[in-house]
């Protein structure tokens, strides 16, 4: 295996946001191939040991990883999953299937964090710091080009060493990276 893991261990969920990947569309070949492949990733880390998970709420693939981590708890009753909200209405302006999808994981999940209740300049930046700190593992949907909001969490999360799990979401390949570096 790549990476030790056992039950300390605790992986944080970033990726891209819906309108690179379309949530409305479930029966997309696409999606499901996407979907098929996180799941497969999920269950290669739970099945070595981990059971915490922080996600960041973005819409798009932290929600889709998230609604899988929910389904996968009725096989593995010890996963936590703590939803890190950068700020109290953050879908605010998202479409209203994204916002509903947002909230009944919020019904779900094991801890609602809300780093702030307002939005600032940096509400984004403090949660990606949040999320790399407490991190071993990140598991990324990203093609590491130009970074977006939630992948900016990836540099300060290879400055601490942590381990990364990149999911490429054109290609839909994974890569696995003991340490990684920007």
Known sequence: MWIEMNEKCICAIIGHKSKDI?????????RIKLKELI?????ELLNGGVFTYL?????????????ILLGLKRMYPKIFLECVIPFADQPKFWLSENREKYFQILEKCDKENVMQKKYTNDSYLKRNIYLASKADIILAVSKLGRL????????????????????HPKNLTCK???????
């Not at 379309?22 to 696409?30: C, I």
């Not at 799941?39 to 269950?43: N, S, V, Y």
């Open 176 to 182: 696995k990276f003991d340490q990684f570096k920007f």
């Open 55 to 67: 996600c960041g709420m973005d819409d798009g693939t932290d929600l889709i990883c998230c609604e």
């Open 39 to 43: 799941t497969q990733e999920l269950l």
């Open 148 to 167: 977006s909001r939630a992948e900016t969490t990836l540099p300060f999360a290879g400055a601490a060493g942590k381990k990364l799990i990149l999911i």
């Open 22 to 30: 379309p949530l409305a569309d479930a029966s997309s070949l696409y």
